[in-house]
């Protein structure tokens, strides 16, 4: 895949994602559809999946990338997904951003997990 067809997926996403997330807002989505907070999460992990391959194989801010195995990209590709999105939900919780009818642990479980199996779609589509 080349450096700049990732960027346009990356940018199709973002804006794909921002869309949801504004609709989300204006029609209380995240309260009405009991899936759609699943749906952005598993997008989110995606692109964050993504982007972490651009930023460390194409964007030439961290040097040569060097030449690693399929599994080694995998682990890395997961590790910063899983690290990203136990950030999120650490923001979300130092916000107060917590009214998951199920609890607070259980869908912080759910949205960390969906976070990483999106990582894993965005390692098999690079």
């Not at 599994?71 to 951003?97: C, D, H, K, M, P």
């Amino acid at each position: 895949m080349s450096r700049n067809h990732l960027l346009r997926i990356l940018a199709i996403l973002a804006v794909g994602i921002a869309a949801l997330q504004l609709t989300a807002i204006a029609f209380s989505l995240y309260w009405t559809l009991w899936w759609y907070d699943i749906l952005l999460h598993f997008l989110g992990g995606i692109f964050i999946g993504l982007l972490v391959l651009w930023l460390r194989f194409f964007s030439g801010y961290l040097g040569a990338a060097p030449i690693l195995s399929k599994g080694e990209v995998l682990r890395f590709v997961l590790l910063a997904t899983l690290l990203i999105g136990i950030g999120w939900e650490v923001f979300e919780q130092l916000l107060g951003n917590t009214w998951s009818v199920e609890g607070y642990w259980l869908d912080t479980s759910i949205d960390v997990i969906l976070d990483f199996l999106g990582g894993v779609v965005g390692f098999i589509f690079f």
